[in-house]
């Protein structure tokens, strides 16, 4: 049987239970479930503001779009971003017509401070940290660099449900974070995500801009007429069609309730791979943050004949990934390239393994076995 890098896994009685009801009231879209799960995370993480989107992705355009909205940036103006990170990351910045400016990363995948630093000129608004894996990395340092020079701070969450920091979820330290509740995630449903920003008066406008503008959405214009509906409402932005529905977040409801149990059990399967690889020089494990508690999204080595040990799992029925290949090598970031070294070996180093809850020890216990002779037939 394969061992595949992701296999998610649903409470499927359970969700189908939550799902009924939605089709039973008949009311699949934005309402209902979606404010009820807008509430169960905000309880969950302490944030005090969140709102639930079809995705990760318009999640991170929509903060671009307003933080641009609200504070008067220019096209061209400038957000230091990562080069190590999958693309929507790095494309929601482009969707404003800002200019993503890549700064390098550490040895834990995340954003070097110094790095960071270096590329700050007066035309930064922005720095948009990945919490690559669910590891916050160097982040209270980001943190501390953003309010000494008055920038922005965007959390890329997409890897991030669970993870906490310095003993509380992590989120309220930045203006905006997007999380992600995508097929593979944590928390997975089919596809959505949410939207937490810090200031209330955003959080008004990105209800508002996810519905394409509208002051009302249909849910706000049923709610206290008996049997009635409510038709007038005004446009007031040019919005876009961003929310997401009561069925997606009638499967996050269920799954949400087994989060830390989840996420326990992933760093339990991190932790036995820990224990097989020690003894292995020629494997180097990226390391997480001491200040993490981590979602464990992903388990991330570093070896040499990256490509050529990668078919050799594929021959022997397991499938790792890479997460992720430097964005600057792709044709439309390639501006960049040359400018982030240490991104540029660890991507051509990565292996992400095999991580998921359906895995057992001796799955793990195999795909180190297969490790191991990879190694030894095309050296580290």
């Not at 979606?34 to 905000?42: A, H, L, R, S």
């Amino acid at each position: 049987m394969a061992i595949n890098l992701f296999v998610p896994s649903f409470r499927i009685d359970e969700i189908l239970k939550e799902i009924r009801i939605c089709l039973e009231k008949g009311w699949t879209g934005l309402g209902f479930k979606t404010v009820e799960f807008e509430n169960k995370w905000k309880e969950y993480t302490g944030l005090q503001h969140a709102h639930f989107l079809s995705s990760n992705t318009v999640g991170l355009h929509l903060a671009l779009h307003i933080l641009k909205k609200k504070f008067g940036w220019s096209d061209g103006d400038e957000i230091i971003t990562t080069p190590i990170t999958f693309v929507s990351t790095n494309h929601a910045i482009l969707y404003e017509r800002l200019k993503p400016v890549f700064a390098d990363v550490d040895d834990m995948l995340c954003m070097s401070p110094e790095s960071v630093e270096a590329r700050i000129t007066s035309k930064t608004r922005a720095v948009m940290f990945v919490g690559i894996g669910g590891n916050t990395g160097q982040y209270e340092k980001i943190i501390s660099l953003c309010k000494k020079k008055n920038l922005k701070l965007i959390l890329d969450a997409a890897h991030m449900s669970g993870t906490r920091f310095n003993g509380k979820h992590v989120g309220s330290e930045c203006d905006v974070s997007i999380f992600s509740y995508q097929a593979v995630k944590n928390l997975p449903t089919s596809d959505s995500g949410m939207i937490c920003f810090a200031d209330p008066a955003l959080d008004h406008l990105a209800r508002q801009l996810s519905w394409l503008g509208i002051n009302k959405d249909t849910y706000q214009r049923f709610q206290g007429i008996e049997g009635g509906y409510r038709w007038k409402y005004d446009v007031e932005n040019v919005g876009f069609k961003y929310h997401g529905n009561s069925i997606q977040a009638a499967m996050a409801l269920v799954q949400l309730k087994y989060l830390d149990e989840d996420n326990k059990y992933r760093n339990h399967l991190a932790s036995i791979y820990d224990e097989l690889l020690k003894d292995m020089p020629d494997v180097e494990r990226v390391r997480m943050s001491k200040d993490c508690q981590s979602s464990r999204h992903l388990y991330q080595i570093f070896v040499d004949n990256r490509d050529q040990l990668i078919q050799h799992f594929y021959a022997n029925n397991i499938f790792p990934g890479v997460h992720y290949i430097d964005n600057t090598e792709f044709s439309m970031y390639s501006y960049a390239k040359g400018t982030c070294p240490n991104a540029a070996r660890r991507s051509n180093q990565i292996i992400s393994l095999p991580l998921h809850l359906q895995l057992k020890k001796e799955d793990c216990v195999q795909v180190i076995d297969v490790l191991k002779a990879g190694i030894l037939k095309f050296g580290k």
